[in-house]
């Protein structure tokens, strides 16, 4: 069973699938190297990167991503503050420090080898890493693919079950196993997910909680570092960082009394996701494209809610989570395989359904809230303009948010009981209608806005789009 830290990854910003995923792969690859005993003998590492990681991974931090992993920093842990010293240093020394230990030569354009027109066989976004001895023979090799939400695989492992699953007391494959044990055992979702998430940890229910509050946490030192950065997105298409300017000007309209709460999300949201477009410390929900709709809709609960107090506020994130888990279980969150209602309209569905929640909502309520967001994001493409995620991305969380809101608003009107729709049919409609999809639609930026836009004037290159 999936853990809701597997959706929530603190991390680092721009992409989910082309920066979290190759750091963790490339810190995997260097972690292994030592546990064979090989680290001492390793002379020389190449890391090959393929098809869509190849594309827009200068872009994107990819290659950056490569070298601080296999010097074994991981997403959540890098300190962002030196990286860019760092770097300078592993690529004027030519040296780098493998497993943080053992000293290679490392020469960037010789060992990262950028595989610009071939694909690996199961996944556009792949890897391989090959560690050589001083007799230039290979010690060790193995292929990695990063396959959405900062998820990793090795070759051997894609597309089996975990082989590590732990067994959990209140195992829900759907959301109608989650509402019977709702039912059954009178539980509420977040009580349930905190006792799987002690299981699948060997933590006390309160070590759960401490650290869903830490990913409460980072989610909100994100919006308010987003609130306070101005200046231009790199990546060439010229996006001024809004967030912090239309907050100011909400917060002075707000006090001279014309106008009330309403925009902040979409504020909060567009903070993160500029923070994430700019390379910053961000969670995934459930990835990094989308990463701005939970956090918002959560920063807004806990400021403007009657209801907001600690313990609501990890109960927003386990209930969030446990939607988020069964988006990943039965259909996508990779905006690659089913477009972007599998990102941002997942994201929508997922603080929905927890804003309901906190808000005294019943399981019908909470399904219902769920159930709604995703209804009114089918078909959503993903069509981001020059490869990068900003447009349309960065307003669409902060659309999303308010949706949410507002949806969840709407289930509390009601009991939940008389809609014709699940969450698991609609759940399973979004998979099918993202396998319906036109490919140019997925990741590609070879249709819709990222097309239209071009045409028009600006020369923004297309690349393929990771998020
Ligand atoms: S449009 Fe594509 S890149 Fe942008 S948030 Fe949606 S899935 Fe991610």
């Not at 669409?396 to 009107?413: D, F, P, T, W, Y």
């Not at 070879?446 to 071009?454: E, F, P, Q, W």
Request: aromatic share 6%; net charge negative.
């Amino acid at each position: 069973m999936l853990s809701i830290f597997d959706i929530f990854k603190i991390g680092l910003g721009p992409s989910s699938s082309h920066t979290v995923g190759p750091m963790k792969a490339a810190a995997a690859f260097s972690g292994c190297l030592n546990d064979l005993g090989v680290l001492p003998q390793v002379k020389r590492i190449a890391a090959e990167v393929y098809g869509s990681l190849a594309l827009t991974g200068l872009g994107h931090g990819t290659f950056d991503a490569i070298l601080l992993g296999l010097e074994g920093s991981l997403p959540h842990d890098v300190d962002l503050e030196t990286l860019p010293e760092r770097l300078e240093h592993i690529n004027s020394q030519a040296q780098l420090q493998l497993n943080g230990t053992h000293t290679i030569d490392f020469e960037v354009a010789r060992d990262v080898v950028v595989r610009y027109s071939d694909s690996l066989p199961k996944h556009p976004n792949g890897l391989r890493f090959i560690a050589y001895d001083e007799n230039e023979q290979s010690l060790h090799e193995q292929i990695y693919y990063s396959i959405g939400g900062g998820f990793i695989v090795t070759d051997e492992q894609f597309g089996k079950p975990p082989t590590d699953a732990v067994s959990v007391p209140y195992p829900f494959q759907n959301m109608a196993d989650l509402l019977r044990i709702c039912d059954e055992e009178d539980l509420s979702i977040a009580q349930v997910v905190v006792q799987n998430e002690a299981a699948i940890s060997g933590e006390k229910p309160l070590a759960v909680r401490r650290r869903v509050a830490a990913v409460a946490q980072a989610m909100f030192d994100c919006v308010e570092r987003g609130l306070q950065q101005r200046g231009v997105l790199s990546g060439g298409l010229n996006v001024k960082r809004r967030a912090p300017d239309l907050a100011q000007k909400m917060q002075a309209l707000r006090e001279a009394g014309q106008l009330n709460t309403h925009l902040w999300p979409m504020i909060y949201a567009m903070a993160v996701n500029e923070e994430n477009a700019a390379g910053g410390r961000v969670v995934t929900a459930p990835t990094n494209g989308a990463a701005g709709v939970v956090p918002a809709v959560l920063y807004y609960f806990q400021k403007f809610h009657p209801l907001a107090a600690p313990r609501a506020i990890e109960d927003f994130l386990l209930v969030a989570g446990a939607i988020g888990i069964l988006y990943k279980t039965n259909a996508s969150i990779s905006g690659a395989e089913v477009g972007c209602q599998g990102e941002v309209g997942v994201a929508c569905s997922m603080a929905a359904g927890a804003f309901s929640a906190v808000s005294g909502g019943t399981t019908a309520q909470i399904e219902n809230a769920a159930e709604m967001a995703m209804e009114h994001h089918l078909g959503l493409t993903c069509d981001p303009v020059g490869g990068l995620v900003q447009i349309p991305c960065i307003e669409r969380n902060g659309i999303a948010a308010e949706k949410a809101i507002k949806l969840a608003q709407l289930s509390l009107l009601e009991d939940g009981f008389n809609k014709k729709v699940s969450l698991d049919m609609v759940i399973k409609t979004m998979l099918q209608t993202g396998l319906d999809m036109k490919s140019t639609y997925k990741e590609t930026s070879l249709a819709g806005l990222a097309v239209t836009l071009k045409q028009k004037a600006v020369p923004i290159s297309v690349r393929v789009v990771e998020c």
